[in-house]
Each structure stands twice: as C-alpha cells, then as structure tokens.
Nanobody, 126 residues
Framework: QVQLVESGGGLVQAGGSLRLSCAAS????????MGWHRQAPGKEREFVAA????????YFEDSVKGRFTISRDNAKNTVYLQMNSLKLEDTAVYYC???????????????????WGQGTQVTVSS
C-alpha cells in the first residue's frame, strides 16, 4: 500500500499561485499513475490533473489548462500541482490519488485510483 499526504493548501487572492505537494510513503511512487482531484462545497468531486508513471504524459481538466501544471519527482516520492492565475471557482479541497494500473484509458475517472490522501483546502478570495 501507499500512503499519500497532501500539503501546500491555503488562502490566496484571485490571480495568485499555490503549489500543492503530495508526498507518498510505503511504496515507491514510480509504480503509480498519479492524479489530483478536487471537491467544492455542495459539488461532486472532479478531476483536475494527472500524470503518468514515467511523467511523460499529463492530462488536465479543461478549466485548468494553461493555468495548472502537474509534475512528479519519483526520487523524492512526491507529486506537485502548481496552480497559477487562481480563480474563485478553484476553491475546493484538493486530493491526490494513486493508481497502480498498468494501462489507463481515462485518467479522469476516480475509480481507477486505489489510494487517496486526506485532502488539502484551497481557498481563493476576491
């Protein structure tokens, strides 16, 4: 099993930036595809971004394309989500998740991720 712990959330003004980190323990992160999801109050959890095991492929939800980047440092067992030009609608609890599946057809699906962190709150203010 892998344990995931997110950090880096907080309160930021609209237009600002935050970098979220997801630190893994228990197993090496290089065995997993990694994703970030978020859940705003009263809304369903939604996909934000994902990165393949090797880091060679990345995927983004349309509303964050061009503003967010995802990266991984397998040597540090950590995945990052750099969030720029933050908007009010980015306010949510952000979760990282790990998928051990060899082949993934749709990184957006929450069901492909077997392990989840506890989440970190991101609040964007006007």
């Amino acid at each position: 099993q892998v344990q995931l712990v997110e950090s880096g959330g907080g309160l930021v003004q609209a237009g600002g930036s935050l970098r979220l980190s997801c630190a893994a323990s228990g197993r090496t992160l290089s065995r997993y595809h990694m994703g970030w999801h978020r859940q705003a109050p009263g809304k369903e959890r939604e996909f934000v971004a994902a990165i393949s095991m090797s880091g060679g492929s990345t995927y983004f939800e349309d509303s964050v394309k061009g503003r967010f980047t995802i990266s991984r440092d397998n040597a540090k067992n950590t995945v990052y989500l750099q969030m720029n030009s933050l908007k009010l609608e980015d306010t949510a609890v952000y979760y990282c998740a790990a998928s051990p599946r060899r082949q993934v057809k749709d990184y957006r699906l929450g069901s492909i991720y077997d392990y989840w962190g506890q989440g970190t709150q991101v609040t964007v203010s006007s």
